[in-house]
């Protein structure tokens, strides 16, 4: 059972565009959401998370909205740069769960001039 | 850098082979997952280990194993390797108790099984 579902797969977004990725979550009991930054033959790397006493959180260019009750949050990267091509992964985890991650699937930006 | 440094980077391994990968954490991280993360898909959860002991499992059979020791370091084992095993598999080092803290990744294992 996929219990973080994230969307879309892929997106193409021009130089100083909005990226938007979306995702889901099932399991009520997630109270950390982090999002994470990949890129070709890396290990992810934390950009940035959320926890759901709070609706958004911005650092720099990238904000999480969240929406607790929708059990949905989001990335939003604002002026998006060439550098930030890379595949962005939402994940979820809970107090007890001994910093287990369940992740999305992935959404692969490319970021064009 | 993440602090978390994984060896080998690349391997390949004939099916029905063992393997075994490494993890060496951040310091003063005494809690060591591992993920596998397939082409095109986000990593799931292998196991955890705390303090030398096993805490947690995802759905993995019981051919994965592994070892914590006493400096933190840790062992991905993989027994009867089968082709579906090639992944790219990642360890993961924080601290411990509750959500939050923040979770390092290392580089990654390329394992290909042919």
């Known amino acids: 059972q996929q219990q973080v579902k994230q969307s879309p797969q892929s997106l193409i977004v021009q130089k100083g565009g909005i990226s938007i990725i979306n995702c889901a979550y099932e399991?009520?009991?997630?109270?950390?959401f982090p999002w994470y930054q990949q890129f070709p033959g890396k290990g992810p790397a934390l950009l940035i998370a959320i926890r759901p006493d709070v609706s958004e959180k911005k650092e720099g260019r990238f904000t999480i909205s969240f929406n607790k009750s929708a059990k949905q949050f989001s990335l939003h990267i604002m002026d998006s740069q060439p550098g930030d091509s890379a595949t962005y992964f939402c994940?979820?985890?809970?107090?007890?769960?001994?910093?287990?991650?369940?992740f999305g699937t992935g959404t692969q930006l490319k970021v064009e001039l | 850098e993440t602090g978390v440094t994984q060896s080998p980077t690349h391997l390949i391994k004939t099916r029905g082979q063992q393997v075994t990968l490494r993890c060496s954490s951040q310091s003063g991280h005494n809690t060591v997952s591992w993920y596998q993360q397939a082409l095109g898909q986000g990593p799931q959860f292998i196991f955890q280990y705390y303090r030398e002991e096993e805490n947690g499992r995802g759905n993995f059979p019981p051919r994965f194993s592994g070892l914590q020791f006493p400096n933190y370091s840790s062992e991905l084992n993989v027994n009867a390797l089968e082709l579906d095993d090639s992944a790219l598999y990642l360890c993961?080092?924080?601290?411990?108790?509750?959500?939050?803290?923040?979770?390092?990744f290392g580089e990654g294992s390329w394992l290909t099984v042919v």
């Open positions: 994940a979820a985890t809970y107090t007890g769960g001994g910093n287990k991650l369940t």
């Open positions: 399991n009520t009991a997630f109270d950390y």
């Open positions: 993961a080092s924080s601290l411990p108790g509750i959500s939050g803290n923040t979770i390092y």
